[in-house]
């Protein structure tokens, strides 16, 4: 550094010691506010990266979801307790939920949308999981067929119950979830699968997701914790199926 730019840095320093002595008060409050906004800025990027959960990515969709996020930590409600899901009803996962191994993965601190941190997954895993809901349809195209999903903003691929069924449970034609049944998150390779409050119940209790935070959505459709290999993709699409 030359002795110039020294001196230069030095009054600046100077200057800057000052000015917090000077206005120690105004100086908090303005190194708050900027902090704050660079966290603010910070938190709408990440917003967007890990999708938005149907809600139009901008700053006005931010600030309605960051309400339902303040409501959200106010809550004593534990998502991983399934004891609110009724234990009677059809059952349609014929064999057991063998218990998913280590702990359950970290949620963002966010009610919408909901999305865990990333956690390895191989390859192929990967990409048989973002395939499975197109694979299924085309397994079964007399009762499924794949869309956007509307609970997403149709930023993901989904399946639906057809709704030409003639045998097509009533509660498929619910408004807000409109025959959707599943779709996985590109970001985070989690799911969101519609199941029987018992089935739903099954599968938090085997700690292999959680229920959905907002309550006026059916309460069998919850978040299903990414695969990290191709047995545990095997078991997620069981319970899809």
Same mark, same amino acid.
Request: proline share 8%.
């Given at each position: 550094?030359?002795?110039?730019?020294?001196?230069?840095?030095?009054?600046?320093?100077?200057?800057?010691?000052?000015?917090?002595?000077?206005?120690?008060?105004?100086?908090?409050?303005?190194?708050?506010?900027?902090?704050?906004?660079?966290?603010?800025?910070?938190?709408?990027?990440?917003?967007?990266?890990?999708?938005?959960?149907?809600?139009?990515?901008?700053?006005?969709?931010?600030?309605?979801?960051?309400?339902?996020?303040?409501? *959200? /930590?106010? %809550?004593?409600?534990?998502?991983?307790?399934?004891?609110?899901?009724?234990?009677?009803?059809? @059952?349609?996962? &014929? !064999?057991?939920?063998?218990?998913?191994?280590?702990?359950?993965?970290?949620?963002?601190?966010?009610?919408?949308?909901?999305?865990?941190?990333?956690?390895?997954?191989?390859?192929?895993?990967?990409? *048989? /999981?973002? %395939?499975?809901?197109?694979?299924?349809?085309?397994?079964?195209?007399?009762?499924?067929?794949? @869309?956007?999903? &509307? !609970?997403?903003?149709?930023?993901?691929?989904?399946?639906?119950?057809?709704?030409?069924?003639?045998?097509?449970?009533?509660?498929?034609?619910?408004?807000?979830?409109?025959?959707?049944?599943?779709?996985?998150?590109?970001?985070?390779?989690?799911?969101?699968?519609?199941?029987?409050?018992?089935?739903?119940?099954?599968?938090?209790?085997?700690?292999?997701?959680?229920?959905?935070?907002?309550?006026?959505?059916?309460?069998?459709?919850?978040?299903?914790?990414?695969?990290?290999?191709?047995?545990?993709?095997?078991?997620?699409?069981?319970?899809?199926?």
């Amino acid at each position: 550094m030359s002795t110039s730019t020294y001196q230069t840095y030095q009054d600046l320093v100077k200057r800057a010691t000052e000015t917090i002595s000077k206005y120690p008060l105004a100086t908090t409050i303005g190194g708050a506010l900027i902090l704050s906004l660079s966290w603010t800025v910070w938190d709408f990027q990440e917003w967007k990266s890990f999708g938005t959960g149907g809600t139009p990515p901008t700053w006005a969709g931010y600030m309605r979801m960051t309400k339902f996020r303040v409501n *959200r /930590l106010m %809550s004593s409600d534990d998502l991983c307790d399934p004891s609110s899901l009724k234990t009677d009803g059809p @059952r349609y996962l &014929k !064999t057991g939920v063998k218990r998913r191994e280590g702990p359950r993965p970290k949620i963002i601190s966010r009610t919408m949308p909901q999305r865990q941190r990333p956690e390895k997954i191989d390859p192929q895993t990967r990409e *048989r /999981l973002q %395939s499975m809901m197109r694979t299924l349809a085309e397994k079964h195209p007399e009762l499924l067929e794949v @869309r956007p999903s &509307k !609970t997403e903003g149709r930023t993901t691929d989904a399946i639906y119950a057809r709704p030409d069924l003639e045998k097509l449970n009533p509660q498929a034609k619910d408004p807000i979830l409109d025959h959707e049944i599943a779709h996985a998150h590109p970001a985070d390779n989690s799911l969101h699968v519609w199941l029987s409050e018992p089935d739903a119940r099954t599968v938090i209790e085997a700690g292999w997701g959680q229920r959905f935070p907002l309550t006026f959505v059916k309460p069998g459709w919850i978040m299903v914790y990414a695969p990290r290999n191709r047995s545990e993709e095997r078991r997620v699409g069981k319970e899809c199926r």
